[in-house]
DNA sequence: GCTAATCTGTACTTTATAGTCAAGATTGCC
DNA sequence: GGCAATCTTGACTATAAAGTACAGATTAGC
């Protein structure tokens, strides 16, 4: 139960690029270099964010890396999804694939109903976080965290 | 945000000796044949989870697996921590590697938060259940999940 | 239209994870 | 003791993820 690398520096990119401001713009160089990457892989991992319709990129002088929308409508559940496949997303774990004959025999269930709730908790942190919140100060950051519902999102996974 | 085929295949075949139930063993083909995995691969596993100190191995005839403790002693935190690391071990994230002075950037100090608040969520969900929540039917399984406390926990991130 | 700055795409190398193989060690039973 | 069943170990191969290199396409400004 890792990150990858391309969800964290995927969301890294996308907070400077955030930082930047509204109508700000990044080049790969720069992001690149304060987040201690090659420009190829800045380059590679932008092209996902790009991809996702998360950033917009303008080519020539003057050209850059910007938010494709406001900060408000990016949630970070989104980015994360687009840059490291389906959270939990796992060959074994198909309720997905349409594979449900799979869950006859108990370990299997047991098992998935445990990666549910697990992703259901992960989901209810950042399916509610947005860009705008990780833009703010740490201080700020942590009240969006107290608004997490617990047990009634949790109820969920029934 | 994926799960390694050591998390899932370990945890299903912990699943698998423990519904063999007290004292209940299984055997290195018993358990590759009802997970769909090669012997050597299942056998591979399963040193991880006796190094865990999760299963006790018997060599010669009559010998098998069997569960080291009882079940609901078994955390899946745990179990799932000596399997694949520690839950979201980053290299970037590194709380637990004293370079407390990389989080002098904002971009840091956002993303490791969100991350902190991801890693709380789960981890109230892995350290609350026990394998015995897993060895019973799906039904009873939902219960546990339904006693996660929510917002009382998540404060703890700040 | 030329030039320099910039993104884009493909192919490549490196490294980590997943999975296999075979020889060795232990045990229970005859 | 000898045999068969079983776990143990380390080395090996295959596949996926991480990261790099480079030639090409686009654009702004002159």
Redesign the interface.
């Known amino acids: 139960?890792?990150?990858?690398a391309n969800?964290?520096y995927g969301?890294?990119c996308l907070?400077?690029i955030g930082?930047a401001g509204e109508g700000g713009s990044l080049t790969i160089p720069e992001i690149s270099q304060?987040e201690g990457v090659s420009p190829s892989y800045a380059a590679k991992i932008l092209r996902v964010l790009r991809k996702g319709g998360f950033v917009k990129a303008a080519r020539g002088k003057e050209g850059g890396y910007t938010l494709a929308r406001p900060a408000e409508a990016i949630v970070?559940g989104n980015v994360?999804d687009a840059l490291?496949?389906r959270?939990?997303?796992?060959k074994?774990?198909d309720s997905h694939s349409g594979q449900a004959a799979i869950c006859t025999?108990?370990?299997?269930?047991?098992?998935r109903?445990?990666?549910r709730?697990?992703q259901v908790?992960?989901d209810?942190?950042?399916s509610k976080?947005t860009l705008r919140d990780?833009?703010?100060?740490?201080e700020d950051?942590?009240s969006w965290?107290?608004?997490?519902?617990?047990?009634?999102?949790?109820?969920l996974?029934?």
Chains 1, 2 share one sequence.
Request: glycine share 6%; with cysteine.
């Open positions: 139960m890792k990150l990858s969800e964290e969301l890294r907070v400077r930082y304060a970070i994360i490291g496949g959270l939990f997303e796992s074994f774990c025999r108990s370990v299997d269930c047991s098992v109903s445990l990666w709730a697990v908790a992960v209810h942190v950042l976080a990780l833009l703010q100060n740490e950051m942590n965290v107290r608004t997490i519902p617990g047990p009634a999102g949790l109820r996974v029934q």
